[in-house]
């Protein structure tokens, strides 16, 4: 899969950096696979080899946010942490992402020496979440004064939710 890739760089030589390529896809899938036989058989050479296809392909096209989010969890797996955390700062996660994308990184941060990271990825957390709650409560009465009551019911069961998330407690 990745040596067709390779083939296939010349056919996307024209297209804006920031454009899926032709066969982006397949170095995800090699990475997959890779990962998966890792888990079938423990031989760490699979992982290192998934890392590298990823990495191939972000010297290729820095943007693809599927190669640096596969990079950071398995980063984070394999202790490589200031990787991860340069990848996830790459990435430019804000809002509403950071619970969603936050959750390969931050645990392994939190039990980390590098202080200096895990406090920015945590003031961030922390910043979004209080910023949510605030704006949730004032979301769910504008919902309820426009009689949306599905919309109120879904802001309330979205906030508990959160509230009750795996990251948040952890860096609560």
Known sequence: MVETF?????????LDPQESMHGEELLSM?????????????????????????????TVRKHVWQYKITLVHLYSYLGALPLAHR????????????????HHILPQMLSSPFLQQTASLVKDYLRFMDDHLKESADLTCLAYRHRTYSK???FVQFKNRLQRSMQYLAVK
């Open 152 to 154: 109120v019911i879904e």
């Open 87 to 102: 990848w996830y700062v790459s990435l430019e996660v804000k809002n509403i992402l950071l619970e969603s994308v936050s």
């Open 30 to 58: 090699a990475s997959n696979i890779l990962v998966q036989l890792f888990w079938r058989t423990r031989n760490l050479g699979y992982l290192l080899e998934a890392v590298l296809v990823l990495e191939f392909g972000l």
């Open 6 to 14: 390779y083939k296939n760089l010349p056919l996307s030589r024209d």
